[in-house]
């Protein structure tokens, strides 16, 4: 299993034999195991990863694996532990969209457009009937939209630059860019 921590950096296109893909570049800084987790001990097994975050912060991350021996605390993890066409899954937080409508957050079609139709253009409608007399759990109302984790699965990785420390997947990962993403490869 090969995993690390990285920084999204933004989209772009990249050309090759294949033609045009659009890709989203990975800065992985050299990752440090710092703590390592044991059947034995913890009840399972795990490597904790750092990196820096910024200048002041760092971030940890914790990956499930089936044996901890190949790996001592102080061991780096970079780029190189990808290869061309390993299939990735990454996951991370999501753009956060503040208070949103119906018509936003849930896709409703909102009231009819028509002449005598006013102000009901973007609104829910009806919420409940007169029985239970509350409005049911669960119900698809306005709210916050955004800014939970996400994980996009069956990303392959089609440019590795391991002096630089970026890699390069095909198709689109969940947040803004700067932000720390998990990359996952179960190969």
Known sequence: MKFAL???????????????QNVTLIAITPNTVDVL??????????VRVTTPR?????????????????YTTDTAIGA??????????V????????????????????G??????????RQAGSIGSAFPQHVMKGKRMAGRMGGVRATSRGLRVVHVDAQAGTIAVKGSVPGVAGRIVEIVSLA
């Open 91 to 110: 996951s991370g937080i999501t753009k956060a969209k503040g208070f949103q409508g119906v018509v936003k957050r849930h896709g409703f079609g909102g």
């Open 37 to 46: 987790r044991t059947a034995e001990k913890d009840g399972y097994s795990a």
């Open 54 to 70: 910024t200048a002041k912060k760092s971030c940890h991350r914790e990956f499930r694996v089936g044996d901890t021996s190949a």
């Open 112 to 121: 009819p457009k028509s002449h005598g139709h006013r102000h009901v253009l």
């Open 6 to 20: 990285g920084k999204k950096l933004g989209m772009t296109t990249i050309y090759d034999d294949a033609g045009a």
């Open 80 to 89: 190189d532990v990808f290869s061309v066409g390993d299939i990735v899954r």
